[in-house]
């Protein structure tokens, strides 16, 4: 099954013979038209200036003159009511009822996979990407700054991707606790709530450490003995992570994320070492006078350029273990590429790394790609500065408890805490996701929880209002229903952005910015929330009633498929 629309309108408006082109070659200059308020827009525009960019032609005739010359040897026929010109463009109007007919059946036939068996997608080839992201440290807490990370790798899903985890941010991190937990660690403490009491632990070693440089020093040596595969130090780090794993497994529950694989940075202390022969066998690694390792990625000497790889007792470093995973992930998974969610600030770090896997020979490093985003702050709850994940999502689900309380409207639920959650999380979601990735941002509490204008919550609210309609109305409605009665300037609007839903998502997986299919998704809305008004159901003719609920309910459909995508479950109630 394909979204027919634009090879349905080429046979017809002769598009194809009048250029000597074939359909597909004119699939992406043909666009649906935004909708406006203040006007009727048609449905398709042809971009004349996409089609002379693919011509041979160098003398660039006027775009204009162009346009108006297309326009007159096409001719209207069943499918094409209307053809008229625009800046650059030649646009086309479908036929009402054809076009109203064509786009509910296609939402409703493909369900989930509506906009994704574009023909806009059919010449992508499937891929094997791995993502590696979220990446918080072992033994310690789950810190809010790795919220975003989490959320943007868990939008992956749009370009069915395959999600990795990496669970240890830093090696160093783990030593100076496991050094710490010898000294100040209760056995009982750590099976009944381990991660707090390795919190506990990790803030009273670092005060200590501070007047005491022996616990730096044993922490150091205890790094050492974890790298030689001391049995000991392994078992304790063992313990650690699997402790870690299942508090982070909970956690991720709330969030709704899933992962196929847990691989943490150290799982790769054995293979950096063996990324250290091969650079030197190379002879890329340089020694220094201080006993380190390093890679010159300039040739000269730019200390811009230098990577150190490893330390003056032979230990590696976070880019040695890099490298290492890299190449065992291409040897376990031989993937087209992989992506890294992370913040900005290691965006030296990830080029550096890119390019000494060029070096060393691997062809496929052009494969790998570093996503950067920018920084949230002014994240606090009302106890004050924000450390944890969790007392975020308590915060979100205690907030939004109070604002459905408050409303009297709000429907009795059957897992209210569950629904307000779920509603939290969309707002936060929303909110991150409506710019770009790489901006930072000033979190708002107030702003993130409006249900009026473009936030999650209003999301979350005409989804719920939509489902709504279907169980009061649907028994009786959803079996036919006559185009004829959809005709009225709310019913065309939403038809007609309802078009465009392929070409966001085709628009959002190429620059991999999620933004696109969230401002989609609140014009949708806000079109919906109108069209409420006006397009009654209640006390209307069966025929008008059965056309309007199948409308809103490929709306619902639609608005459930992109939050979804950006990682958000819909609720049917609030």
């Given at each position: 099954l394909e979204f027919t629309f634009r090879k349905?309108?080429?046979?017809?408006?002769?598009?194809?013979?009048?250029?000597?082109?074939?359909?597909?070659?004119?699939?992406?200059?043909?666009?649906?038209?935004?909708?406006?308020?203040?006007?009727?827009?048609?449905?398709?525009?042809?971009?004349?200036?996409?089609l002379l960019e693919n011509n041979n032609d160098h003398s660039r005739p006027d775009i204009q003159v162009q346009a108006t010359r297309l326009a007159e040897k096409l001719k209207c026929d069943t499918v094409v009511s209307e053809i008229s010109t625009g800046r650059g463009t030649v646009n086309f109007k479908i036929n009402r009822e054809l076009l109203t007919k064509t786009v509910l059946q296609q939402v409703i036939s493909d369900g989930s996979k509506y906009g994704l068996k574009s023909e806009l997608f059919s010449g992508l080839p499937q891929k094997k990407i791995v993502v590696e992201f979220s990446s918080p440290n072992v033994a310690k807490k789950f810190h809010v700054g790795h919220l975003r990370s989490t959320i943007i790798g868990k939008y992956w899903p749009l370009l069915f991707l395959f999600p990795f985890f990496r669970y240890s941010g830093h090696l160093s991190t783990f030593c100076l606790l496991g050094t710490g937990f010898q000294l100040f660690g209760y056995e009982e403490k750590l099976q009944s709530n381990p991660l707090q009491h390795l919190f506990e632990v990790y803030v009273q070693v670092n005060k200590e450490a501070a007047d005491d440089k022996n616990i730096a020093k044993s922490a150091h040596e205890f790094f050492q003995r974890l790298e030689l595969g001391d049995t000991q130090a392994l078992a304790l780090w063992q313990k650690f992570r699997d402790l870690s794993v299942e508090e982070y497994v909970r956690i991720y529950k709330r969030l709704g994320v899933h992962f196929d694989e847990y691989s943490g940075e150290s799982f790769y202390r054995e293979k950096s070492q063996e990324v250290l022969k091969l650079l030197d066998s190379k002879g890329l690694l340089q020694k220094t006078v201080r006993g380190t390792a390093i890679v010159d990625l300039s040739g000269n000497g730019d200390p811009s350029s230098i990577c150190t790889v490893m330390r003056s007792d032979g230990t590696s470093l976070y880019a040695t273990r890099d490298l290492a995973a890299a190449i065992d992930r291409?040897?376990?998974?031989?993937?087209?590429?992989?992506?890294?969610?992370?913040?900005?600030?290691?965006?030296?770090?990830f080029q550096q790394v890119f390019q000494m896997l060029q070096i060393m020979g691997y062809d496929w490093a052009e494969r790998c790609q570093h996503v950067p985003f920018g920084v949230v702050q002014g994240m606090k709850t009302r106890r004050g500065n924000v450390t944890f994940l969790e007392d975020v999502l308590n915060e979100i689900r205690s907030r939004m408890l109070q604002n459905m309380a408050s409303i009297k409207t709000t429907r009795e639920l059957e897992n209210p805490q569950e629904t307000a959650e779920r509603v939290g999380l969309a707002a936060l979601i929303i909110q991150d996701f409506r710019g770009l990735l790489l901006s930072d941002s000033q979190f708002s509490w107030d702003r993130v929880f409006q249900s009026r204008g473009d936030t999650g919550v209003f999301l979350q609210y005409t989804h719920a209002r939509l489902h709504s309609l279907e169980e009061t109305f649907g028994c009786g409605y959803l079996n036919d229903f006559n185009t004829a009665c959809l005709q009225e300037p709310q019913s065309v609007s939403i038809l007609q952005h309802l078009l465009r839903f392929d070409e966001v998502l085709y628009r959002s997986s190429q620059d991999l910015q999620p933004r696109h299919i969230v401002s989609y998704l609140l014009t949708l809305s806000h079109l919906a929330a109108m069209a409420h008004k006006t397009l009654l159901i209640k006390d209307s003719p069966p025929d008008v009633a059965g056309a309007r609920l199948h409308l809103f309910r490929a709306v619902r459909s639609v608005l459930a498929n992109g939050m979804k995508l950006l990682g958000i479950i819909p609720v049917c109630r609030m």
């Amino acid at each position: 099954l394909e979204f027919t629309f634009r090879k349905s309108l080429l046979p017809g408006s002769t598009l194809s013979r009048v250029l000597d082109l074939p359909p597909e070659n004119l699939i992406k200059s043909i666009s649906a038209v935004p909708i406006s308020r203040k006007e009727e827009v048609a449905d398709f525009q042809l971009s004349v200036d996409s089609l002379l960019e693919n011509n041979n032609d160098h003398s660039r005739p006027d775009i204009q003159v162009q346009a108006t010359r297309l326009a007159e040897k096409l001719k209207c026929d069943t499918v094409v009511s209307e053809i008229s010109t625009g800046r650059g463009t030649v646009n086309f109007k479908i036929n009402r009822e054809l076009l109203t007919k064509t786009v509910l059946q296609q939402v409703i036939s493909d369900g989930s996979k509506y906009g994704l068996k574009s023909e806009l997608f059919s010449g992508l080839p499937q891929k094997k990407i791995v993502v590696e992201f979220s990446s918080p440290n072992v033994a310690k807490k789950f810190h809010v700054g790795h919220l975003r990370s989490t959320i943007i790798g868990k939008y992956w899903p749009l370009l069915f991707l395959f999600p990795f985890f990496r669970y240890s941010g830093h090696l160093s991190t783990f030593c100076l606790l496991g050094t710490g937990f010898q000294l100040f660690g209760y056995e009982e403490k750590l099976q009944s709530n381990p991660l707090q009491h390795l919190f506990e632990v990790y803030v009273q070693v670092n005060k200590e450490a501070a007047d005491d440089k022996n616990i730096a020093k044993s922490a150091h040596e205890f790094f050492q003995r974890l790298e030689l595969g001391d049995t000991q130090a392994l078992a304790l780090w063992q313990k650690f992570r699997d402790l870690s794993v299942e508090e982070y497994v909970r956690i991720y529950k709330r969030l709704g994320v899933h992962f196929d694989e847990y691989s943490g940075e150290s799982f790769y202390r054995e293979k950096s070492q063996e990324v250290l022969k091969l650079l030197d066998s190379k002879g890329l690694l340089q020694k220094t006078v201080r006993g380190t390792a390093i890679v010159d990625l300039s040739g000269n000497g730019d200390p811009s350029s230098i990577c150190t790889v490893m330390r003056s007792d032979g230990t590696s470093l976070y880019a040695t273990r890099d490298l290492a995973a890299a190449i065992d992930r291409m040897d376990k998974y031989n993937f087209d590429a992989m992506i890294y969610v992370t913040d900005k600030g290691q965006k030296k770090h990830f080029q550096q790394v890119f390019q000494m896997l060029q070096i060393m020979g691997y062809d496929w490093a052009e494969r790998c790609q570093h996503v950067p985003f920018g920084v949230v702050q002014g994240m606090k709850t009302r106890r004050g500065n924000v450390t944890f994940l969790e007392d975020v999502l308590n915060e979100i689900r205690s907030r939004m408890l109070q604002n459905m309380a408050s409303i009297k409207t709000t429907r009795e639920l059957e897992n209210p805490q569950e629904t307000a959650e779920r509603v939290g999380l969309a707002a936060l979601i929303i909110q991150d996701f409506r710019g770009l990735l790489l901006s930072d941002s000033q979190f708002s509490w107030d702003r993130v929880f409006q249900s009026r204008g473009d936030t999650g919550v209003f999301l979350q609210y005409t989804h719920a209002r939509l489902h709504s309609l279907e169980e009061t109305f649907g028994c009786g409605y959803l079996n036919d229903f006559n185009t004829a009665c959809l005709q009225e300037p709310q019913s065309v609007s939403i038809l007609q952005h309802l078009l465009r839903f392929d070409e966001v998502l085709y628009r959002s997986s190429q620059d991999l910015q999620p933004r696109h299919i969230v401002s989609y998704l609140l014009t949708l809305s806000h079109l919906a929330a109108m069209a409420h008004k006006t397009l009654l159901i209640k006390d209307s003719p069966p025929d008008v009633a059965g056309a309007r609920l199948h409308l809103f309910r490929a709306v619902r459909s639609v608005l459930a498929n992109g939050m979804k995508l950006l990682g958000i479950i819909p609720v049917c109630r609030m």
